[in-house]
């Protein structure tokens, strides 16, 4: 990653502007309509599955008084304490140029200059592993858990809950490469509708029973743990699905602003959730035979069919939310070298972050599939799901703590954050219960993920490496070059290459077995910054090295995608003028060979070769002109 100047000088100025150019256009009431769709999408579905879970299954309890009681108080302070208080509060200042994220907060907590701590880059890694593995884990749940509804409308109607799911699985995955964008303006409205209905049926059955209010009081929590002791412990791992999403908050923070995001949250998101949990809280205490369908037991049979499809259409919006998100994360690696080019597809004109990436949609749609078909219940991926989200959280509150020590020292950023894990870990230690259950599974895919994410990073180094070992200085060629004065042809030669003040090989094998070099010679590096975006009036520098030979370097962020021509045209308000149709472009090709050398276990050479021959070619992800391009192989041994 390359050295930025984005760190902030407090927590509260550091994306201001960039919030301030990005969202002023734009209505505050357009941006809280945009975030209730994208950002609460997850968290918002959690009613369907969160407080049943706590009253059905291995370490249920049994749905008296007391119990619902307690339980109704953990949400209420669960909620409170991490999405209230920590992101909503906290963790949301530490925007990075106004975006949020686990890459994001890793790339504020890394130092600039010199060795970045080793331990800190896996973390931030692993913490987006896990975000992927909930972007498997989303979509399965949501669905499976609102299609469950149906199974109470007749008897048999249970064997069709799979099959269903499943066909809505596929739908929403093959729909992705026709963009989010016309889809996403009912996002909003469709969720704002959701919530109302959670709110007003919890309202019905508060009303029947309003001493169920009194749950409120975080006194009822800690005398639901005194009561049930060690196995009450448990129940936190049901306990946390209802702050499932959670994480959203954060990093959809550069989408629409803090302040959209907390004004959605305060007056739709809470309230609907709030109501809905004290709503089934209030239902159990008259029915406690409906705990295993306690959200559907809200409604009679005849409203059933309606609720079960509006549920639907929430689970595919927060299906939607976390697969989006996903797409950007996986940009992110690309562009900040963590993973090998994949194909990144642009599905809108005006909105640089809505894009689709194939083969990362076709792996979350099979493993999506694949999940349904094994667990076959909503129950029994809740195991699974929080694991991932606690995961995710814990790392977020201990990167946190790396950047808010700059701000206000280590005593008082050690007090806030250790306030902070002292929440979090007790709800990762009560998951650890569930690892037999479906808690391995986002582990064990996070550590997939990170083997990848770590190998390509190494590899590319190594490759580096090997590329910087047969380069030569720049100023040895050039004086070469004017001591030969060799015949130029007309027209200009790109040679893109990643090493700055070195020779870009590909340009040495050229010289050396052609002879020749066009009239003008232009060296282009594209350089990713640890901020999300690089403004277009800063992003190219053009430095002229000798008669007709150009250094020039390209500066993204990780949230934006390259392109070479737009990098050429900038070239023209610095002096260097090129014509389309007169430009060649040099790439150089590595034929990578498994050796025994030190410096790489083999399973990672193995897999650092898989990953480059299936890597998509810089001609298409730089998006080269294809007819004006030119490749020249090297050997390279790993």
């Known amino acids: 990653m390359a050295d930025t100047a984005a760190s902030s000088a407090s927590p509260s100025h550091s994306g201001a502007h960039s919030h301030g150019r990005h969202h002023h256009r734009t209505g505050a009431l357009a941006l809280t309509l945009g975030a209730l769709g994208v950002v609460y999408g997850d968290i918002g579905t959690s009613p369907l599955y969160a407080l049943r879970e706590c009253f059905h ?20 302070w669960t909620l409170t304490l991490v999405i209230v208080v920590k992101y909503l509060g906290f963790v949301t200042r530490a925007d990075n140029g106004g975006e949020g994220g686990t890459l994001a907060l890793l790339a504020l907590a890394l130092p600039k200059r010199g060795a970045r701590p080793t331990v800190l880059v896996l973390m931030g890694l692993f913490g987006t592993s896990l975000l992927c593995s909930e972007g498997m884990l989303t979509p399965a749940i949501s669905v499976l858990s609102a299609v469950e509804g149906i199974g109470g409308v ?38 704002v509708v959701w919530f109302v209905t959670l709110g007003a049926m919890g309202i019905y059955w508060i009303a029947q029973h309003p001493e169920i209010l009194g749950a409120l009081s975080p006194h009822h ?44 949250w305060f007056s739709v998101v809470m309230p609907g959730l709030i109501l809905n949990y004290f709503g089934q809280g209030a239902m159990l205490l008259e029915h406690p035979e409906r ?47 963590y993973l090998p080019r994949l194909e990144v597809r642009h599905t809108s004109s005006e909105t640089e972050g809505q894009i689709y990436v194939p083969e990362m949609n076709r792996l979350l749609m099979v493993a999506c599939i694949a999940l349904v078909l094994v667990f076959q219940t909503s129950s029994s991926l809740a195991a699974a799901y929080g694991m991932s989200v606690m995961g995710t959280m814990t790392i977020t509150s201990v990167l946190f703590f790396i950047v808010a020590r700059r701000w206000w020292g280590a005593t008082r950023a050690g007090v806030l954050c250790a306030l902070m894990l002292a929440v979090d870990i007790p709800f990762l230690l009560a998951n650890v219960d569930k690892l037999p259950h479906g808690g391995w599974f986002p582990i064990a895919t996070a550590a997939v ?17 090997f ?8 100023d040895e060629f050039l004086d070469e070059v004017d001591a030969k004065d060799p015949l130029r042809v007309p027209g200009t030669a790109v040679f893109m290459t990643s090493q700055l003040g070195g020779t870009p ?45 150009f250094q020039v370097t390209a500066h993204y962020g990780f949230m934006q995608s390259p392109r070479v021509t737009d990098i050429l045209r900038a070239c023209h308000e610095e002096g260097l003028h090129t014509k389309p149709e007169d430009t060649s472009f040099y790439l150089g090709r590595e034929k990578l060979v498994i050796t025994k ?8 050479k193995v897999l650092f070769s898989f990953l480059s021959r299936n890597a998509r070619p810089a001609t298409d992800f730089f998006r080269l002109p294809p007819d004006r391009v030119v490749e020249m192989g090297m050997q390279l041994e790993l």
Request: charged share 15%.
């Open 57 to 76: 299954g291995p370490h249920a309890v049994a749905p008296t008084q007391a119990n619902v009681y307690g339980v109704l108080s953990l949400f209420v």
């Open 154 to 191: 007749a008897h048999g109607m249970q064997r069709f809950v799979v099959p269903l799911a499943l066909v809505i699985i596929v739908v929403l995955f093959l729909a992705q490469k026709r963009g989010t964008g016309r889809v996403g303006a009912v996002f909003g409205p469709v969720m």
């Open 221 to 264: 929590a800690v005398s639901y743990f005194v009561r049930n002791g060690l196995e009450g412990f448990w129940i936190l791992g049901s306990v946390v699905l209802c702050i499932t999403g959670g994480e959203a908050l954060y990093a959809d923070l550069g989408h629409f602003g803090r302040t959209p995001i907390r004004n959605a």
């Open 291 to 337: 705990a295993e369908d306690s959200f559907y037991g809200l409604v009679g049979d005849g409203f059933r069919i309606p609720l079960v499809l509006l549920a639907t259409l929430a689970t595919v919006i927060a299906s939607q939310a976390l697969i989006s998100g996903t797409f950007s994360l996986t940009r992110q690696a690309i562009q900040l070298g």
């Open 449 to 465: 993920m990170l083997a990848i994410l770590t190998t390509w990073k190494a590899g590319r180094d190594r490759v580096g490496r």
């Open 467 to 474: 590329l910087r070992e047969r380069s030569r200085p720049l």
């Open 505 to 549: 090989p590909v340009l040495l094998h050229h010289f050396k077995h052609n002879k020749v070099l066009h009239h003008q010679v232009v060296l282009l590096s594209v350089v990713t910054d640890d901020v999300p975006t690089v403004p277009r009036s800063q992003r190219v520098k053009v430095e002229r090295l000798r008669e007709n030979f």
């Open 597 to 604: 050398n030190p410096g790489l276990a083999h399973w990672r």
